[in-house]
């Protein structure tokens, strides 16, 4: 991490994700003195860049996806082209410290580019508090305040929480199911969309029973019907069970598992499964970044830009 030596820059970007960090390094090299905020730190209280994509989203799901299609092909599939593999053993240890190196990589590489393109960076939560400064507080608690000429909002998203279906130890988001310590027996998923289907199809693999509980009539709706058809069945012949036109109205936390109570077509059903991971898509990470004095509209998170990406206050982006 590169020290921060001034606290006025031409640029602020407020994220360091696949939109922050780029722009914060298109910036310097256009010249501009640029400061990246970066709000997530690791155990030891070195700041995580790359935000969820890289940390927590698309490069440890893919890595895991990658390992277990490996685990599914030679348990399942390999003895039909004449390969006999005996005494096939999973050490899902081994597997989370593949996906966290990868992780920890290509983190370590937005680091350097940082420094090659000086892009100073910054550790805690950036909050605009007025047009032209950044409040951030750091993780012990002790604010600063950066004066910036122009301010990039890249701050992400995060789950969806439902009212049913509350964060606990049995009931996890995306995040959660990404750090499993072993492989649960039976495993249940609330939403059939990308990140469900992805993090069940990983745990299905290597040996859970899986059911996807979906509120939508149909599978993938949003997709060409052809590859909606094509992707539901290979995801039934790979075990998974999908409930459709479903609804999880309740959950109950158990010692070692949760219950579930699901509508389908006016009836009520229950079932019980070690994991419950909630997939119901993300909502904007905008809470508590923009002081109300701005008066940026900001509707169901969401804040109002206009096609160039600038809010209501003219350098604030």
Known sequence: MTSVK???FDVVVIGSGPAGYVAAIR????????LCVEESIDNTGKEKLGGTCLNVGCIPSKTLLDSSHRYYETTKNLEKHGIGVENVTLDLSSMMKRKDDI????TG???SLFLANKVQSLSGKGKIISKNIIQVTQASGKTKDIQAKNIIIATGSNPIEIPSANFSKNIVDSTGALSFKSVPKTLGVVGAGIIGLELGSVWSRLGS???VIEALDEFLPMTD?????????EFKNQGLDFQLGSKVTKTKELKNSVRITYENLGKEFEMEFDKLIVAVGRMPNSSGIISDDLNIPINNGFIEVNDFCQTSVENIW
């Not at 992780?103 to 290509?106: D, I, R, T």
């Open 109 to 111: 590489g937005i680091s």
């Open 225 to 233: 019907p052809d590859i909606s058809r094509e992707t539901f069945k």
């Open 27 to 34: 910036a310097s090299q256009l010249g501009l003195k640029t």
């Open 6 to 8: 001034s606290e006025a």
């Open 209 to 211: 029973k899986v059911t």
């Open 103 to 106: 992780v920890s990589k290509l």
